[in-house]
């Protein structure tokens, strides 16, 4: 996808964001309902102008368009997704640190030592916090929480 | 009266500055400093960890640490929004929008001076007013009923939406999906669940913090990790950094109408309560955005888009005093606390505080004052080695930066959604900034749009039921005049400059 | 001034403190076993700085040293204490997770059938109640309404202004009830953020009256902002301000004396009136999630009223509590459900007719 298609893909998700909180909004009562719609409305019609704008150009060439740059884009969101999920099993003071660790090593091609070091002085930190600071259970809002 | 007052200001100065109440400040301003640091984590919790502790303490003792508490909290946040990007605390999201590009450009130092500076000498400028509220605290607070309110937060928000560069049919679409985006939860007339879908997450609507770090932090940390630069100043060495401390002090006295001006809208917003920091600072950036002679380096690196919100953030401290003082409302998260500090103690907000116990008033803002340029002070003397992590590698630095911001998403209300929303926003935000859709207008409406729908509702409702006489109320008529100016007169320099280009 | 000696003994009472806790969170030295020990988790269905938080902020020191446990608060605002009365009542009942809960709050939703609302009655093991008082209607010190008289006669010919949170919430309920009772027409202004705000809007004259739990209105009143004019109760409260307050409900309360001529002579008026304040009067509970073991919250409930008896805590605020063990407040809290029932023909109308 060249960048300008993926300029048309965002705008597309916005407009369909908004029509989604306009439709959405019918449902309502009619005190609960009217400022959703004062402002979704006019926010479609001006994001719907903006999506046949980008419509338009995306069928032009694109010299911008930088294949290897989408490649390593997509390969993060990927790295993002891991972090939610790791977070999700281990929470957040085992699970964000061990995903730092991963991504040092396997993305970053830094040392084990340099990972280590970084993983373990931020879970210390997170740890800290959790535990003294905040004083909530350290394992809170991972899924093992949800069953226990 | 005067008389009264300046006796119990020189009286609460002299028991701060004694030995060894002195060090209950500092203690809890370093105390404050440190926790600070840490995104999402915020002074607020330190205070609430202080007041089971405090119970049984003497009325005077507590004012000293909660003055610290107070004060400490506000500028490490800064520091970090500065280096990484990623702001500690929301109102620090308005200084990250030129603070953070100086650091790229390698003028980190500069930026963080600026802000240290602007931070204090803002600060002492709230105190300064909300001594000489004293007086008229009542009337102060009165002062702002829901119809200014309402314009307070139009005016930040037109601001924000129409003067900023670029694409002004892209930030009005920006501006409204932040505005739906605040609708989520209940409606405030009825209380009816709007676009909740059955989650109880969304019930109380998105939270400001795990948006702020994914739109800013986390979509900027992807952006450095995929671009070629090596380092966040593109440098390699510290002594390769430009840019230096005093300069960046020394920016405040150089634009020191804008500093005024910053200040004055952050102790103003300070005393509506409710409102919060980081609506000070917003707006204060906005306004100086939209009046200043050249403009076109905000958003990428101008240092005055650092000096108006750390000015208008630390002021706000001395005007949030104001309605919790004065009646016991807190004007922010921090003064809630210490609202419950006071009550726990039988210090109780009012007229009797404020005539009787003048003294014990004055004890908490020296406390304030002391923290506040304590804070400053040691933020200084770190600007050196926090600089230095803007030439670590990138490849080493953002994931640290975004596990930090996932993590303060969470550490913030604790709640895992939390995470879940920045992570996508880091996304939606990362999109938005390559292909030219304005962040902050969106971000701002999501922050302003649920006061001024309730505003507004409260607003109309009085008109219906004719209790509101717009020309009865000079406030409002300025407040509305202001807003106009600051969306106006820019469009007519702009016109202006056109016009000269094409006659000469 | 503080002495060295003053302050170094007052960080080492603090570090005592500190130690002491963790001490008996360790050895468990409490009088409830299965407490001891444990991080206790104590959910406040609204902001830091509120009522309920002071409440909970309160307790928690006394409570962490008696019970030798960890309590840690967790500020759970939003939905008018739906969320948090929610989460108390989803998390299981092994004495971990207790809250304040506002029972009148709950009671009106149950009532206009908000299916969020968990059941007062059904999803919580009562502790005790902590507090209690009766709604009041205030104005503004500068209005023009001096009296309770003032404030119906002139309800008589125009509608009164009154400031709500929330169209829905337990001050909407106890306006509308009563001006139903005294004959006078009532428009609501909703949307403010909180009592505190809305009291201001009275102060400041952009609307004319509140009504709110007087315990929260309390320093506006003291403080001359607003002025007291009737008190939804049935019996006078022991409060100075609210000496020789008009009733609405009881013997010659305004709900019997604007009772319509031709009925039963004001019985059915003071019927609901006294109705109402059983709702409002329900107070703020102190709950855990249904099912909670009987020697677990009666430990709670038995410790909580030693903490409430303690000369510390009352010499060190001006709260006032009305503290009721588990098996009284059960019981009132019970009563009040049923007599809500009889508050629904003035409720429902005024919603449909508000909510559209």
Not at chain 2, 8 to 23: K, Q, S, Y
Not at chain 2, 207 to 228: H, K, R, T
Request: proline share 5%; net charge positive.
């Amino acid at each position: 996808m060249n960048t300008l298609s993926e300029r048309t893909v965002l705008t597309t998700a916005l407009t369909l964001a908004v029509a989604g909180f306009v439709v959405s909004s019918t449902t309502l009562g009619p005190a609960a309902r009217t400022a959703p719609l004062v402002v979704g409305i006019p926010t479609l019609a001006l994001v719907a102008l903006a999506l046949r704008r980008d419509a338009a150009r995306a069928r032009e060439p694109d010299p911008d368009n930088d294949r290897q740059r989408a490649i390593d884009e997509r390969n993060l969101l990927g790295w993002l997704t891991l972090l939610v999920v790791l977070a999700a099993i281990a929470g957040v003071p085992i699970g964000v640190p061990l995903w730092l660790l991963l991504f040092l090593r396997i993305r970053s091609h830094e040392s084990w030592t340099l990972g280590i070091a970084f993983s373990s002085g931020l879970m210390i930190v997170l740890l800290a916090v959790f535990t003294l600071l905040l004083r909530i259970d350290p394992m809170s809002g991972s899924v093992a929480t949800w069953f226990s | 009266m005067l008389h009264h007052t300046l006796a119990a200001a020189w009286e609460g100065l002299w028991l701060v500055l004694a030995w060894p109440n002195v060090l209950y400040p500092i203690v809890a301003t370093l105390a404050a400093m440190v926790v600070a640091f840490l995104p999402g984590v915020s002074g607020v919790t330190l205070m609430a960890l202080a007041i089971p502790f405090t119970l049984f303490w003497d009325p005077l003792s507590v004012m000293l640490l909660f003055g610290g508490l107070v004060g400490g909290a506000t500028f490490m946040g800064s520091v970090t929004a500065i280096l990484f990007n990623v702001p500690g605390t929301g109102p620090s999201a308005a200084t990250l929008i030129d603070g953070h590009p100086l650091a790229v450009q390698g003028q980190a130092k500069t930026a963080i001076g600026c802000a240290a500076m602007a931070s204090a000498m803002g600060s002492s400028f709230g105190i300064l007013v909300l001594v000489a509220l004293i007086p008229v605290m009542s009337e102060a607070v009165y002062a702002f009923g829901a119809p200014e309110l309402l314009m307070l937060l139009l005016w930040g928000l037109t601001t924000i939406a129409l003067v900023g560069r670029g694409s002004i049919s892209r930030a009005l679409v920006a501006t409204g999906i932040g505005l739906l985006l605040s609708f989520i939860g209940q409606d405030p007339r009825t209380g009816e669940g709007r676009f909740t879908f059955g989650s109880q997450y969304l019930w109380n609507g998105l939270s400001l913090v795990p948006v702020m770090l994914g739109l800013f932090s986390i979509a900027e940390m992807i952006d450095l990790s995929v671009s070629n630069r090596a380092t966040i100043s593109g440098l390699s060495r510290i002594d390769q950094l430009s840019g230096n401390v005093r300069e960046g002090a020394m920016t405040v006295f150089r634009h020191f109408g804008l500093f005024l001006r910053s200040a004055a809208i952050g102790t103003c917003v300070g005393v509506v309560p409710g409102v919060g920091g980081t609506v000070a600072s917003f707006l204060a950036y906005g306004h100086a955005a939209g009046s200043v002679k050249n403009p076109e380096r905000f958003g990428k690196g101008d240092i005055r888009g650092v000096l108006a919100p750390e000015a208008a953030h630390d002021a706000k401290d001395g005007g949030a005093l104001v309605p919790v003082l004065a009646f016991g409302i807190p004007g922010s998260e921090s003064t809630a606390v210490l609202l419950a500090a006071l009550l726990l103690h039988g210090i109780v907000p009012g007229r009797e505080l404020m005539t009787n116990q003048l003294t014990l008033v004055f004890v908490l803002i020296w406390s304030l004052f002391i923290s506040n340029w304590l804070t400053s002070i040691v933020g200084l003397m770190l600007v050196t080695p926090l600089a230095r992590l803007t030439t670590v590698r990138l490849q080493r630095l953002a994931p640290i930066g975004i596990a930090l911001a996932a993590a303060g998403a969470f550490v913030n209300a604790q709640r895992f959604g939390d995470i879940v929303v920045a992570v996508a926003f880091g996304g939606v935000g990362y999109y938005m900034k390559k292909h030219g859709w304005p962040r902050i207008p969106m971000l701002v409406a999501l922050l302003v749009g649920s006061g001024i729908e309730r505003n507004l509702t409260i607003a109309l409702r009085l008109r219906e039921l004719g209790r509101l006489d717009v020309f009865a109320r000079p406030l409002l008529i300025l407040l509305a005049a202001l807003a106009a100016l600051n969306v106006i007169v820019p469009k007519l320099r702009a016109a202006r400059i056109r016009w000269k280009g094409a006659t000469a | 001034m503080i002495t060295r000696r003053q302050m170094l003994t007052r960080l080492a009472a603090a570090g005592v403190t500190a130690f002491d806790s963790a001490c008996r969170t360790s050895h468990g030295a409490g009088p409830c076993p299965a407490l001891s020990g444990r991080r206790i988790r104590w959910i406040v269905p609204n902001a830091a700085g509120g009522g309920y938080d002071t409440d909970a902020r309160l307790l928690q020191p006394i409570l962490e040293r008696r019970l030798g446990a960890e309590i840690v608060i967790e500020n759970l605002a939003g939905a008018g204490g739906l969320i948090g009365a929610r989460a108390i009542a989803e998390a299981p009942p092994d004495g971990l997770t207790v809250g304040i809960v506002g029972m009148p709050g709950l009671l009106v939703a149950r009532l206009l059938g908000e299916s969020a609302a968990p059941d007062p009655v059904g999803a919580f093991t009562i502790l005790c109640r902590i507090a209690r008082s009766a709604h009041v209607w205030a104005t503004g010190a500068k209005s023009t309404l001096q009296t309770i008289d003032d404030a119906l006669t002139a309800g008589r010919s125009r509608s009164l202004v009154v400031a709500i949170n929330e169209v829905g919430s337990a001050s909407f309920v106890s306006v509308t009830v009563s001006a139903a009772l005294a004959h006078v027409q009532v428009e609501f202004v909703p949307g403010f953020s909180g009592t505190r705000a809305a009291s201001l809007a009275a102060a400041r004259g952009d609307v004319d009256l509140v009504c709110f739990d007087f315990d929260t209105i309390r320093p506006f009143i003291a403080a001359g902002e607003l002025r007291p004019l009737l008190q939804l109760g049935a019996s006078p409260d022991s409060d100075e301000l609210l000496s020789g307050m008009p009733l609405l409900g009881g013997p010659n309360g305004i709900a019997e004396r604007f009772a319509h001529p031709a009925g039963d002579g004001g019985a059915h008026a003071r019927q609901v009136a006294d109705s109402l304040a059983h709702v409002i009067g329900s107070g703020r509970a102190v709950v855990a999630p249904k099912g909670l073991a009987p020697e677990i919250a009666d430990c709670f409930s038995s410790t909580i009223g030693q903490a409430l008896d303690s000369g510390g805590l009352l010499a060190a605020t001006t709260r006032a509590f009305d503290f009721a063990d588990s098996r009284r407040a059960r019981v009132d809290v019970e009563a009040a459900a049923l007599e809500a029932g009889r508050l629904r023909r003035f409720v429902e109308p005024a919603i449909a007719k508000l909510r559209g």
